[in-house]
């Protein structure tokens, strides 16, 4: 996939990187700082950077990026990873890689931004453009801007491992258990449960970070 590489509805296709390591986060503000720099030269449209504090990686850092080209990320990868001030926080971080993954953006709802998220992993037996704008819709309608949650942001993982083919719903929140009484109440709203079910969607994991 190229640089503006099109849907088939037309629009450009906005390719998200997630690159996950453990290692000493004592000083992950300033690292996430200067992966913003060195990736916004590169051409990233978005870096944000999060800590994990449930699932089996609790502890690891996510970056993730944002971009207009798959080739342009791989690209600006592998220049930021050798930059010397990169190798040098890494080394003092004691970071190993855990893994890295690329999805492609697929539908966004509110403000991406807030002090946690929530990745809800996700799959779906029938998807179709449609089926999943009648999604956005109602988690909307339910969860943006009531206390659940600021914005959504859905990505359909395309080269992850073992996430191949799932997606990725991110709910950006300042508070989380706002996030679970807005999740717990569409549990039985009967337009939501309607969408997922055209869907055929199932949920297989829900982890929360904490935003740097």
């Known amino acids: 996939m190229g ?14 990187a997630f690159s ?21 030269a590169e051409g990233a449209s978005r870096v944000a ?32 990873s050798a930059a010397p001030e990169i190798q040098a926080a890494m080394a003092a971080a004691q ?33 179709t453009d449609e089926g999943r704008q009648r999604l956005y819709d109602v988690t909307e309608r339910l969860l943006v801007g ?18 191949t083919g799932a997606t990725l719903n991110i709910f950006y929140t300042d508070s989380v258990d706002g996030f679970l009484a807005g999740s717990a109440a569409s549990l039985t709203d009967q337009e939501f449960q309607a969408a997922r079910a055209e869907l055929g969607g199932e949920i297989h994991d829900r982890i929360v970070s904490r935003m740097v």
Not at 105 to 121: D, K, Q
Not at 146 to 160: D, E, L, Q, T
């Open 3 to 16: 640089v503006g590489h099109t849907t088939k509805e037309g629009g450009t296709m906005t390719f998200m």
């Open 20 to 40: 996950q390591m453990s290692g000493d986060v004592s000083s992950v503000s300033e690292n996430v700082e200067l992966a913003r720099r060195l990736y916004g």
């Open 49 to 80: 950077g999060s800590i994990a504090l449930t699932g089996q990686n609790v502890g690891s850092f996510t970056l993730s990026t944002m971009w207009d080209s798959s080739d342009a990320c791989f690209a600006a990868r592998a220049k930021v």
């Open 95 to 127: 970071a190993q890689p855990l893994s890295f993954a690329v999805g492609t953006i697929t539908g966004e709802r509110g403000n991406c931004e807030g002090s946690h998220v929530v990745a809800v992993v996700a799959s779906s037996s029938n998807p």
């Open 146 to 163: 009531n206390g659940a949650c600021n914005g959504f942001r859905s990505v359909r993982m395309v080269a992850a491992g073992e996430m």
